[in-house]
């Protein structure tokens, strides 16, 4: 893989992530004096490796079936949605 596509997928990814519930989620874990911090970030880290998991092998299935272009534009409504969806439950 070269390095530029790795680089440009760490970078998304990692600023999606950023300060979403997962992370939030893993903040009030590690906050806990009865929790191990390692434990916190094994386990955590377990998770994202197999959520990333499924939505590769998803997303490498759907591709098979569905353009690109549209798979895109689902995500895009998708993400709308679920904005205008946080902003009517506030």
Same mark, same amino acid.
């Given at each position: 893989?070269?390095?530029?596509?790795?680089?440009?997928?760490?970078?998304?990814?990692?600023?999606?992530? *950023?300060?979403?519930?997962?992370? *939030?989620?893993? *903040?009030?874990?590690?906050?806990?004096?009865?929790?191990?911090?390692?434990?916190?970030?094994?386990?955590?880290?377990?998770?994202?490796?197999?959520?990333?998991?499924?939505?590769?092998?998803?997303?490498?299935?759907?591709?098979?079936?569905?353009?690109?272009?549209?798979?895109?534009?689902?995500?895009?409504?998708?993400?709308?949605?679920?904005?205008?969806?946080?902003?009517?439950?506030?």
């Amino acid at each position: 893989m070269p390095v530029k596509i790795f680089f440009t997928i760490f970078t998304t990814v990692l600023l999606a992530e *950023l300060g979403d519930k997962t992370q *939030l989620a893993t *903040l009030l874990f590690a906050a806990n004096k009865e929790n191990s911090r390692w434990m916190v970030f094994l386990a955590a880290a377990a998770a994202l490796v197999a959520s990333t998991a499924i939505a590769v092998l998803l997303g490498s299935t759907l591709e098979k079936y569905i353009a690109h272009k549209y798979l895109s534009w689902l995500a895009g409504i998708g993400f709308v949605l679920i904005g205008l969806w946080c902003i009517v439950k506030a």
